[in-house]
């Protein structure tokens, strides 16, 4: 009986310890960069407020995003021409985060920390878990 219980004790304590690591994709590990990931042209198709269900989209309405390799990113509307910059930053678990800086309004509204759900040839797809806010952009 005293194995027995000794074996199960050893069994819990083993399981309990054990944990299931999911692979992550290549962006969210240190081998690679976002910059090197995000190319083209993007337009914001989403900026909105899970928990107040506030939508903001139509504010970016005719902004292109352009993400150079260096960090900047340029802002093309109506012939005027808008700078800002992001950097990327592991966090916990080596996620992602993207942390964008813009000084001029309504661009400002994206400055902050950005969680990255997904990223490809087709779209950004951010959100701020602290806020409720998703950013989403679709490759123009």
């Not at 309405?61 to 150079?68: D, H, K, M, W």
Request: a negative charge.
């Amino acid at each position: 009986m005293k194995k027995l219980i000794s074996f199960l004790t050893i069994a819990v304590i083993f399981t309990i310890s054990c944990t299931r690591e999911i692979p992550l994709q290549n962006y969210y590990n240190n081998t690679a960069d976002v910059s090197s990931l995000i190319d083209g042209n993007f337009a914001i198709t989403n900026f909105s407020n899970l928990n107040s269900y506030a939508d903001s989209t139509s504010k970016f309405n005719g902004y292109v995003f352009s993400f150079g390799s260096d960090g900047k990113v340029i802002v093309v509307k109506d012939n005027q021409i808008f700078g800002g910059s992001y950097t990327e930053s592991h966090v916990s678990g080596n996620n992602l985060e993207l942390i964008f800086y813009f000084d001029n309004d309504p661009l400002n509204y994206l400055n902050g920390n950005w969680w990255i759900k997904s990223i490809s040839d087709a779209s950004i797809d951010l959100g701020d878990a602290s806020t409720g806010d998703v950013l989403e952009f679709s490759a123009q």
